[in-house]
């Protein structure tokens, strides 16, 4: 299992990012997906999920700024952020694991580098 994660870079606040996740090594299209983020000296937590059959699920305080998405002919998942602040400074990885009917996500073992997104004031 391979997750490549892009799209990270310096925005200012108010900007937007998308993010890209390249997946290999498994059966992308009946995967499970999310995005998860960890700020310096923080905790890792999740973003968003997208199933495989394209449900989607959102952290509070994402709901509205980011969008998740997923293409199953690249074998990639997107990012789109928008509205950006400092507080969304972190770096970002992708994650297969299995999302459940009462909206719990079990995140894989799998996690790849990440791509960090800064975003000044």
């Known amino acids: 299992v391979q997750l490549q994660a892009s799209g990270g870079g310096l925005v200012q606040a108010g900007g937007s990012l998308r993010l890209s996740c390249v997946a290999s090594?498994?059966?992308?299209?009946?995967?499970?997906m999310a995005w998860y983020r960890q700020a310096p000296g923080t905790q890792r937590e999740l973003v968003a999920v997208?199933?495989?059959?394209?449900?989607?699920s959102y952290a509070y305080s994402m709901k509205g700024r980011f969008t998740i998405s997923r293409d199953n002919a690249k074998n990639t998942m997107y990012l789109q952020m928008n509205s950006l602040s400092p507080e969304d400074t972190a770096v970002y990885f992708c994650?297969?694991?299995?999302?459940?009917?009462?909206?719990?996500?079990?995140?894989?073992?799998?996690w790849g580098q990440g791509t960090l997104v800064t975003v000044s004031s």
């Open positions: 994650n297969t694991g299995r999302y459940y009917t009462n909206d719990y996500y079990q995140p894989g073992s799998y």
């Open positions: 090594g498994f059966t992308f299209s009946s995967a499970d």
């Open positions: 997208i199933s495989s059959s394209g449900t989607t």
